[in-house]
């Protein structure tokens, strides 16, 4: 009852969030700004909304293969901030986290939801140090430990770090749209080595594998024009990493798109929203919720055309109970000429209905 309770509280301030101050009322992105670290890997409670997004392809002792999913959210709602009381709800945070087993054959997921505070919840500064009750992101030592105890499965799991973080956009500030306001501050960690534990209904095993972390922030919302995106981000083959987006019209359209790849060597390209197609090969309709994606896509980064295919179909997440949406988020290969080149995940988000940040 208690969980039900502060899940609902969150919830109902996020809804209220959505109604409240201006972005004027928060930090601002600007130009010029660079980013340090590992200050800039913790929170920035001053931004509206900000996520650190961790997904990866683990590998079991038999060989087969398993998608992971980590994510938590802190949203500012500027609400009762000059309220004294330790139960006003001045951050929120909520989490997410998905295992994909091709054996099992659709999304195992939980989340959860809960005001800042009492030692519960907290997103704190200067280091990546988040939680929510007994799920968790910490920075230790070079890299990150995650520990999530959801109700189909578990994850021990420890990240280390084999390159250095991924600038994106214009060292660090990634444009979201036409308007200069219209963009957020996001780095990523790609390559990660992973090691731990998983554990499904009981059963633990030993995993590796090699995962992707995002960390974004910013005060903006989508565009009104915008009705959700694709994104993408793959550990390429031989070393270096992708990552690629579109902001999807109300159409169905390109509002805004862009990307950056960088090559083994380090080098980095940022492209341009001309430079990034998604083209749909295969849809999967949901028989829980109706809604239709293409899970199967042909992309076009720069020189790079890839045919991403998805680890299995059914990789749909419900957050109703927390951020309030539903959309697909799943563990993708990326082939060209039928040869392997990269790893990775694809989210699809505004296929149910459009998409209200």
């Known amino acids: 009852m208690r969980a039900r309770l502060a899940l609902l509280s969150a919830t109902i301030c996020f809804a209220l969030a959505s109604v409240a101050a201006p972005a004027q009322d928060y930090a601002q992105v600007r130009p ?39 994510t938590f959210f802190r949203n500012r709602p500027l609400l009762a901030e000059s309220n004294p009381s330790k139960f006003a709800p001045r951050q929120l945070l909520f989490a997410h986290a998905a295992l994909a087993d091709a054996n099992i054959g659709r999304l195992l997921h939980d989340q959860r939801a809960a005001r800042a505070g009492f030692g519960l919840a907290e997103a704190r500064e200067g280091r990546t140090d988040v939680w929510i009750d007994d799920w968790s992101l910490q920075q230790t030592g070079s890299g990150y430990s995650a ?28 444009r979201k749209g036409p308007h200069p306001s219209q963009a957020s501050y996001y780095y990523s960690q790609p390559q990660l080595a992973v090691s731990g534990t998983v554990t499904v209904k009981g059963e633990q095993f030993a995993v590796s594998g090699s995962a992707w972390l995002d960390h974004e922030w910013s005060s903006e919302y989508l565009a009104g024009e915008a009705a959700g995106w694709d994104w993408v981000g793959l550990n390429l083959t031989g070393g270096g990493a ?24 380090g080098r980095v390209r940022v492209l341009k929203p001309d430079e990034v197609q998604f083209e749909a090969e295969r849809r999967w309709r949901s028989p829980r919720t109706g809604a239709e994606y293409p899970v199967a896509m042909r992309l076009r980064a720069g020189d790079l055309e890839l045919e991403l295919a998805p680890l299995m179909d059914d990789q749909e997440l419900d957050s109703r109970a927390s951020t309030g949406t539903i959309y697909w988020e799943g563990a993708v290969r990326a082939r060209a000429a039928g040869k392997l080149q990269g790893q990775g995940y694809l989210e699809l988000t505004g296929y149910w209905k459009p998409l209200k940040l």
Request: proline letters at 4%; aromatic letters at 14%.
């Open 32 to 70: 010029g700004v660079a980013l340090q670290f590992p200050q800039d890997q913790g929170s920035h409670p001053q931004f509206r909304t900000e996520w650190w997004y961790l997904t990866g392809w683990l590998k079991k002792a038999d060989g087969s293969e398993l998608g992971m999913q980590i």
């Open 147 to 174: 520990r999530i105890a959801a109700r189909d499965f578990a994850y021990a799991l420890e990240f280390e770090p084999t390159e250095a973080p991924f600038l994106q956009g214009e060292r660090g500030l990634s």
């Open 242 to 265: 992708l990552m690629a987006f579109r902001i999807r019209d109300q159409r169905g359209g390109t509002y805004w798109a862009g990307g950056s790849v960088r090559s083994a060597d």
